[in-house]
């Protein structure tokens, strides 16, 4: 299975997941439907699944188009966004399984930033692969989704899962918001010398215009001021000594950035 990038909107990604074998696509979080006929057409791959992480127009505004196009396509969500994904045919729950090309998905229930959120991660299948985690809105790289329909304990709860998996695995987040979430890290979290460090990197990368999506997740826990309710720096930060009071002070702050 190979990833390949999108560029959408003004900063948006759509992942298109390619199976060269049998030489079918799915796609991730389609926000419009050009990019994605464009690299269907270049690739000559037929379209089989559509996979939504959350509702949002700007993650599903391609799914109408798309279905028109290729009628046999299987649109994926959470059984919780019933009724708010255009062509939703497949509801998830909680723990079930997607399958594409010879990876199988888990799908993680992680409401917050929309109360039906859900990201899919797929586990590398040898040791040296990384796994590949699409998380729509939930986590970004440096940062976090803003709740809009969840609380902060909900927040912690989804995104303490998602830190559970193993580092070497890749954030493939839906926004191009890197840079400005590391401006913000480093207001909080600035004697931290591995948010130093990414934010020169990040930095470097975008007056190239390249990029920043996907980070490691390994690289997300030292660096994300979201994965980090528990630090010292933080909580100072914070002015609080409880987890979930320090990550909702954090998410406060950054909404006023
Ligand atoms: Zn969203
Ligand atoms: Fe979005």
């Known amino acids: 299975?190979?990833?390949?990038?999108?560029?959408?909107?003004?900063?948006?990604?759509?992942?298109?997941?390619?199976?060269?074998?049998?030489?079918?696509?799915?796609?991730?979080?389609?926000?419009?439907?050009?990019?994605?006929?464009?690299?269907?057409?270049?690739?000559?791959?037929d379209l089989v699944a559509i996979f939504n992480t959350h509702h949002h127009h700007d993650h599903v505004g391609g799914n109408q188009k798309l279905?028109?196009?290729?009628?046999?396509?299987?649109?994926?969500?959470?059984?919780e966004d019933k009724g708010r994904i255009p062509g939703q045919?497949?509801?998830l729950q909680p723990g079930d399984r997607v399958q594409f090309a010879n990876r199988v998905g888990e799908v993680i229930f992680v409401p917050g930033h929309t109360r039906a959120h859900i990201a899919y991660y797929f586990p590398p299948q040898t040791t040296n692969e990384p796994g590949e985690l699409f998380c729509g809105d939930t986590l970004f790289a440096g940062g976090c989704g803003r709740l809009f329909e969840g609380t902060p304990a909900q927040m912690v709860e989804s995104l303490s899962k998602l830190r559970s998996l193993p580092d070497h695995t890749r954030v493939w987040c839906a926004h191009e918001y890197t840079l400005k979430n590391l401006q913000f890290a480093l207001t909080i979290d600035g004697n931290n010398t591995d948010l130093q460090k990414r934010i020169h990197e990040v930095k470097t990368q975008r007056d190239r215009q390249e990029a920043t999506v996907p980070s490691?997740?390994?690289?997300?826990?030292?660096?994300?001021?979201?994965?980090?309710?528990?630090?010292?720096?933080?909580?100072?930060?914070?002015?609080s000594s409880d987890p979930i009071q320090?990550?909702?002070?954090?998410?406060?702050?950054?909404?006023m950035f």
């Open 1 to 45: 299975m190979q990833v390949i990038r999108l560029e959408a909107l003004s900063d948006n990604y759509i992942f298109l997941l390619y199976d060269e074998q049998n030489n079918v696509a799915a796609v991730v979080d389609p926000a419009e439907v050009e990019p994605v006929l464009k690299q269907l057409a270049q690739l000559n791959a």
């Open 67 to 79: 279905i028109q196009k290729f009628p046999q396509v299987n649109v994926y969500g959470g059984a």
């Open 89 to 91: 045919r497949v509801f």
């Open 216 to 239: 490691w997740l390994g690289v997300e826990k030292l660096t994300n001021p979201f994965l980090r309710w528990e630090q010292p720096a933080l909580q100072l930060a914070a002015n």
């Open 246 to 255: 320090t990550f909702a002070r954090i998410r406060g702050m950054k909404d």
